[in-house]
């Protein structure tokens, strides 16, 4: 286990880390770094991919890594989609940790969408962008289609989440369900806008720490204005949840005039603690 406290720390200020020596030989190797010092290590990383891989590096005997996270928070999705088709294990390493986090939540988001559908006519066709184990489509009779960077169930279409096949205004619900990750996450936003039908669906589930503008988070309000420039009217926001944080959109009836730029707000790079 590379995650080494001295004792009870402060997740957020003094946890230590034993990082790789960077020559990958051993990861057992290394310096004991504190978390700000990381942070600062994973942002030099040049290109892009290395500090994702380096991420995926820091645990690798223990899956509940908080910095997999946040090194694929700070990669573009397109370097991210490259290096797991290169090394298909680090997708499975990366989601090994969202698991076994998710595991400690008391409540699944994924479970609260699966009920939004439940709620809904089976006949709306779902777009679930970064579906993991596809965990909706097994649950939904609804027909889903399953996107991620990598296949990892028969039924899982491997893509650029910013660049799908699927054919413009052709579905009726698109879900991010704790996949925002990376850098160009508004581009999936947009490809979300592109897929959907006028007055389709589009929740948003995610962490709350990225949506805490007093900790670093993004301001609520500014991503919810992003996505109303982009054409979406917001519906309803739940913010009751101690975990995560959900909104809910529909694509708006008439063409919204294309805006030339749209200021997105950056979202917190996503540390998933233990409770």
Request: proline fraction near 7%.
């Amino acid at each position: 286990m590379l995650i080494l406290p001295r004792k009870r720390l402060n997740i957020e200020e003094n946890t230590l880390l034993k990082i790789p020596n960077g020559k990958g030989e051993n990861p057992e190797m290394g310096v004991v770094c504190p978390k700000k010092r990381l942070i600062a290590l994973l942002k030099q990383q040049r290109p892009q991919k290395s500090r994702f891989r380096m991420g995926c590096m820091l645990i690798p005997q223990n899956p509940s890594s908080l910095f997999q996270n946040l090194a694929a928070s700070l990669t573009r999705g397109s370097e991210a989609l490259e290096l797991f088709q290169n090394d298909p294990s680090l997708f499975s390493a990366y989601h090994a940790g969202y698991q076994e986090q998710m595991s400690h939540w008391p409540q699944q988001p994924v479970d609260i969408i699966i009920k939004w559908l439940k709620d809904h006519s089976p006949s709306l066709v779902v777009a679930d962008f970064g579906c993991g184990d596809a965990k909706l489509a097994k649950s939904a009779k609804n027909k889903v289609f399953s996107l991620d960077l990598v296949s990892c169930e028969p039924s899982v279409i491997a893509c650029d989440m910013a660049h799908t096949p699927l054919i413009s205004s052709s579905v009726d619900v698109a879900v991010f369900c704790l996949s925002l990750m990376g850098t160009d996450f508004p581009n999936y936003l947009e490809e979300a806008h592109r897929v959907l039908k006028p007055r389709g669906w589009l929740l948003v589930a995610e962490v709350k720490s990225r949506f805490d503008p007093g900790n670093g988070g993004a301001d609520p309000n500014k991503f919810i204005k992003s996505l109303q420039s982009l054409g979406f009217n917001i519906v309803s926001k739940d913010f009751s949840n101690k975990m995560f944080m959900l909104f809910y959109f529909q694509k708006a009836k008439e063409r919204t005039p294309e805006v030339k730029h749209i200021d997105w707000p950056k979202l917190k790079a996503c540390l998933y603690k233990r409770r």
